[in-house]
Every structure is written in structure tokens, then in C-alpha cells.
């Protein structure tokens, strides 16, 4: 994943005045993840 998908990522979350466990279980995935895409240690899969 490019840094500057990474870099939205967080911007939106934000934005929204979400924390990650807020954010995690409005897309309902685990906290633990956000926190690891975040910083770029994960690249999250996107599903069509």
C-alpha cells in the first residue's frame, strides 16, 4: 500500500474524530489492524 493511501487512511478516521476501536468496529475489523495499517506494517486487502 502507497503512504499516501496509508496517510488518508488515518486523515479520514480522524476527521470523523473516530479512534482506532471506534473505526474498527464501524468497519467491523479488529483494532489490533488499524493499528498495524496505519503505520504501513500491514497492507490491508481490498475486495470487489
Known amino acids: 500500500m ?3 493511501i496509508i496517510g488518508e487512511f488515518q486523515r479520514l478516521r480522524r476527521a470523523r474524530g473516530l479512534g482506532q476501536e471506534a473505526f474498527a468496529d464501524m468497519i467491523e ?3 489490533a489492524y488499524i493499528s498495524e495499517i496505519e503505520p504501513g506494517v500491514q497492507n ?3 475486495l470487489r
Open 2 to 4: 502507497t503512504p499516501c
Open 44 to 46: 490491508p486487502a481490498i
Open 29 to 31: 475489523i479488529d483494532r
